[in-house]
């Protein structure tokens, strides 16, 4: 293991890394734009200058491989007036629209311009204009005003998602970021992912362009119930203290039906609860849609329910004959199911998120919380349990389905 100095500090690395990544490790902070941990390096930002003492210019950290006794430094002069010099050129054409960007409080460039350069631009000359509001897909949009082509996101559709969707074109102070014509940007399932990495306010998400700001926003830890794989996430949501107010009222004997969506104590619950009351099985919640991706080599799993393997190992799943004309009541946690297969005379209970068809046809219709509202645990299908946690209060109105079928089994 190689010991090489940042800044005099003494630091052990491993054979292969770069200085940028020595220093990530470290917690020492250099720069970057075009640079990622899970990407190529691509080098064609330069910001992440660093000096090698006892050398009389700058060199990039993000491709310089460590060496016993390497020494760097990532605040001399020379490497400060080399990134003011870069933000000058950044900023050059960049807009200065910060006010109604969605990127701001969250935009490097920002950050970089007030820690590195801080001063008024250097040209006299009108910045030039460049294509606003592109349609790169259904969902996103790129402002090439803003582009600095750190070519994050080309690089992410080639090495991540390997849908090879994004590329540049023309050369240049021409260059910008552009769809290819046979791999529409729509067919990469993790498109929205480039929104996140892009450094700056280029790449806007239609579903949130114009609606929050980051300050207004908290994230939660939580699990992607999109599918079995049970990914980990964030969800980010508006602040209580920031909370949107409405200027008037909105409008807005037996077989159970298990949900698949419902966590790990959820299903603990109605299995102490209504377990042996009724035949139990487990349904399936959700199903792939129309055009939506079934499976891949990478994340998505076939199954779009989050619990499925916990749900299994309490029940088994619903066969053809689970519901016949001896059933007289049938208990619905969930949805997805399709009520044309319910007995004529038997009595159906409805444990439901949303206001759907599948309300109407229910005898009883009682609201239960959603995943954003609730605490819980999922089990993907490698046996991984991952908890969530509540990003908003429920509704008065509303209860928790694991509370509420304790209640279920004294009616």
């Given amino acids: 293991m190689p010991e090489i100095f940042i800044d005099g500090r003494s630091l052990q690395a491993e054979r292969g890394q770069t200085v940028m990544q020595v220093a990530v490790a470290s917690g020492i902070d250099i720069p970057a734009f075009c640079w990622h941990p899970e990407l190529s390096v691509a080098g064609n930002c330069r910001i992440c ?8 210019w700058v060199e990039i950290a993000c491709n310089m491989p460590v060496s016993e006794g390497l020494r760097v430094l990532t605040h001399s002069e020379l490497v400060n007036d080399y990134r003011k ?64 082509l750190c070519t994050r996101c080309v690089r992410f559709t080639h090495e991540i998602s390997r849908s090879r969707a994004l590329g540049v074109v023309d050369r240049g102070d021409t260059s910008l970021i552009r769809p290819a014509e046979d791999h529409p940007l729509d067919n990469d399932p993790y498109s929205d992912n480039i929104v996140d990495i892009c450094p700056v306010g280029a790449l806007l998400s239609r579903s949130f362009f114009y609606k929050s700001r980051v300050w207004y926003l908290e994230p939660t830890p939580s699990v992607c119930p999109g599918c079995a794989r049970g990914c980990t996430v964030h ?24 949900s698949n969506w419902g966590s790990n104590e959820e299903l603990d619950a109605f299995r102490r609860a209504l ?70 005379h038997a009595r159906t209970i409805l444990l439901g998120s949303y206001v759907a068809e599948e309300s109407e046809k229910a005898d009883v219709f009682i609201p239960i919380s959603i ?41």
């Fill in 49 to 56: 200058a660093v000096q090698v003492e006892g050398r009389s």
């Fill in 85 to 148: 010099s870069l933000m000058q050129l950044f900023t050059l054409n960049h807009p200065v629209d910060c006010g109604i960007c969605d990127k701001a409080g969250e935009c490097t460039l920002q950050d970089y311009h007030y820690k590195y350069n801080g001063s008024p631009s250097v040209s006299l000359e009108p910045k030039v204009k460049a294509t606003k509001f592109y349609p790169l897909s259904k969902r996103i949009v790129l402002d090439n005003e803003r582009c600095i």
């Fill in 235 to 258: 969800i980010w949501h508006r602040k209580r203290e920031w909370k949107l107010h409405a200027l008037d009222k909105c409008h807005n004997t037996a077989v159970a039906l298990v």
């Fill in 275 to 344: 377990g042996e009351r009724c035949a139990s099985f487990v349904k399936e919640d959700w199903k792939p849609q129309a055009g939506e991706p079934l499976e891949d080599d990478f994340l998505i799993r076939a199954d779009k329910n989050p619990n499925t393997t916990a749900a299994l190992a309490l029940f088994p799943t619903i066969d053809a004959g689970a519901l016949g004309d001896h059933v007289d009541l049938v208990l619905v946690w969930g949805e997805g199911f399709d009520f044309a297969g319910v007995p004529p």
């Fill in 371 to 411: 995943q954003t509202e609730r605490a819980g645990h999922y089990t993907n299908f490698r046996g991984v349990v991952s908890a969530f946690g509540p990003c908003f209060p429920k509704k008065d109105s509303v209860a928790h389905a694991e509370a509420l079928f304790a209640a279920l089994a004294g009616a």
